[in-house]
């Protein structure tokens, strides 16, 4: 069973920058695409970026392109989300995710417990 572990949150100030981490361990070799998704409080969890197996394939939100990038070390079982010029909207819980199926797929698998970032006005 694939374990995801986030770090890197924290109280930052309006146009800030953050690079959160996740850790992944126990995949068994499989391959992975990796996300990044948030909740805030009062609305929906949303997909923020998510990357392909191979780091050829990237996707964003509209409200994050050109701010965060994704990025991943296979080597080290590591995906990152640096985040710069953070607003007050990024507020959020910062989860990464894993699925077997592709970057379009929508699908899924794994979750990790979260990261809360929060940026003061």
């Known amino acids: 069973q694939m374990q995801l572990a986030e770090s890197g949150g924290g109280l930052v100030q309006t146009g800030d920058s953050l690079r959160l981490s996740c850790s992944a361990s126990g995949g068994s070799g499989g391959i992975y695409t990796m996300g990044w998704f948030r909740h805030a409080p009062g609305k929906e969890r949303e997909f923020v970026a998510g990357m392909s197996w191979s780091g ?17 070390d296979n080597t080290k079982n590591l995906v990152y989300l640096q985040m710069n010029s953070l607003q007050p909207d990024d507020t959020a819980v910062y989860y990464c995710a894993a699925g077997l199926g592709s970057l379009y797929s929508g699908k899924w698998d794994h979750w990790g417990q979260g990261t809360q970032v929060t940026v003061s006005s």
């Not at 050829?56 to 991943?72: E, H, L, M, P, W």
Request: glycine share 6%.
């Open 56 to 72: 050829q394939s990237t996707n964003y939100a509209d409200s994050v392109k050109g701010r965060f990038t994704i990025s991943r």
